[in-house]
């Protein structure tokens, strides 16, 4: 009896936890002392004493989940462990218009072989040149874009 109250206790501790520490090597260890705590009392307590053990583990299951994700939120600390802070920026740059860039001289930022970086009206693109090569500071042309790049041509 000792060693299941023990194994109760122990997994509503680990559970506890989990809400403290990331990973769920914690919750994955208060689940498996839940279980052999319900697999010992089958053995020492036969089949009722068994059934009753499982509905104890699963209350105190569902007790702490609603106690994680209904109750902690709503609580100072709750909303202490909670990130609200949102970015508002891009991990890309603005995608070109090709309204906005066809047809505009572009300069070659970087050695076009045939891919690269130009800059066209003061901003900085990745572009792809139908020549095959573009020395660093040739003048382009932007003749269309692909997906994320544009596609440049040697001025004449």
């Known amino acids: 009896m000792t060693a299941l109250a023990l194994l109760f206790m122990v997994g509503a501790l ?22 052999v705590g319900s697999a010992l009392a089958f053995d020492q307590f036969g089949l009722a004493g068994g059934a009753w053990a499982c509905v104890a583990a699963l209350a105190m299951l569902g007790a ?30 603005p995608i070109a218009r090709p309204e906005d860039v066809v047809d505009q001289p572009a300069v070659a930022l970087t050695t076009l072989a045939p891919s690269g970086f130009v800059t066209v009206a003061g901003r900085r693109f990745e572009a792809f040149c139908r ?3 573009a020395a660093k500071g040739a003048t382009l042309r932007v003749v269309g ?9 040697l001025q004449n």
């Open 64 to 93: 702490m989940l609603y106690a994680e994700l209904v109750l902690l939120p709503k609580t100072k600390l709750g909303r202490a462990l909670v990130v609200a802070a949102t970015v508002d920026s891009t991990s890309q740059p």
């Open 145 to 153: 874009v692909d997906n994320f790049r544009l596609i440049v041509i």
């Open 14 to 35: 680990l559970l506890t936890a989990e809400v403290f520490l990331p990973g769920g090597i914690a919750g994955a260890a208060g689940a498996l002392a839940l279980l």
């Open 131 to 133: 020549s095959g090569y």
